[in-house]
């Protein structure tokens, strides 16, 4: 009304004549309408203007990284080698004794089957033996007899022969019984299970009361002074590797006890399920502390050249390859980039074509974005 009143002081009002009075309300009336449409106008306007949205995030500026990597990877102290201890024999055990973390020295009875059975064979044996050895007596006293006689011609030479025939087969008898004596007596040993190293016990098989066969495992026995730090090698890390490279093997529990290693053995097969190689690390003069079965950290150096490496948070994948978010520093905008792989590491990943120094890529909040997004983007930390 306002408005319509200042309107109104500007317009001439006809006030002797009816035709000017009614032409002035017109005029006056047609005048507010346009301006309050105007208003309206105005103020749709406004509301339906688009606010652009503007996300929050955190970016890493690319640049190539100095050569001499240090990785670290996690592993386990297993014994260089783990014996199993066995039977020669099929019997009856009746005693085992030693249990898992028990001690061993060689020579050392770990367990004992029923002797029964090999007590007799060896008896039977040994009668053999006796039965034999007195045919050989008899037989070589004859040859001797025949050969006298002989001397003297009162034999023919066909009986001398056969009497010298007789002590030789008497003779062998009496070696196959004595070797079957021999047989029986180890089998009796054999009913002994003693340990040929020394070490510490890790695992045990049958228990006293069964009835096994010859072979099966009685106790395992991991080999004292030999010990290995076993570590699951990804595969970009073990191609880049040096020869010989020399390892640090730190406890995870207390990085402050270390030893230094050495690479004895390389699996040549990738592992089915996680795709790394089993690599063997031999300790040298691990200390006390470090006993099998300790969780260990293996650092090694990589002298490799220089690379671009980016936080592995920076990775998205909308299709089959990697991508990541690079920002254009110009507009403030994103998009979408396609990146090749190199090595993997714990939190970040080498890349070796899609990147180079200078891009810009988004580190933190990447999944919120979408191309052409604006940003409002701050620097992470290194």
Known sequence: MEACSGIQRKVPVFANHETGRAFSLSLIVTLCALAAGTLLAGCRKGEEAPVTEVRPVRVVTIEKQAAGTTI?????????AEINQSFRIDGRMISRNVDVGDRVTAGQVLARLDRMNEESNLQSARAQLAAAQAQALEANTMFNRMRNLLAERAVSRASFEQAEAMARITQSQVESAQSLVNIAQNRLSYTDLVSDVAGVVTARGAEPGEVIGAGRMIVQIAREGAMDAVFDVPAAIKDIAPGNPDIVVALAGNPTITATGKVREVSPRADPVTGTFAVRVRVLNPPATMRLGSTVIGQM???????????????????????????????????????????????????????????????AGAQALRPGQKINWTEAPR
């Open 72 to 80: 670290a990877l996690t592993g386990r102290l297993q014994a260089q």
């Open 301 to 363: 150096k990589l002298q490799r050249p220089p690379a671009i490496e980016i936080p592995s948070s920076a990775l998205i994948q909308p299709g089959q390859t990697s991508s990541v978010w690079v920002v254009d520093t110009k507009t403030g905008t994103v998009s979408v980039r396609d990146v090749e792989l190199q090595a993997y590491a714990e939190d970040r990943v080498q890349v070796s074509r899609g990147l180079a120094p200078g891009d810009v890529v988004v580190t």
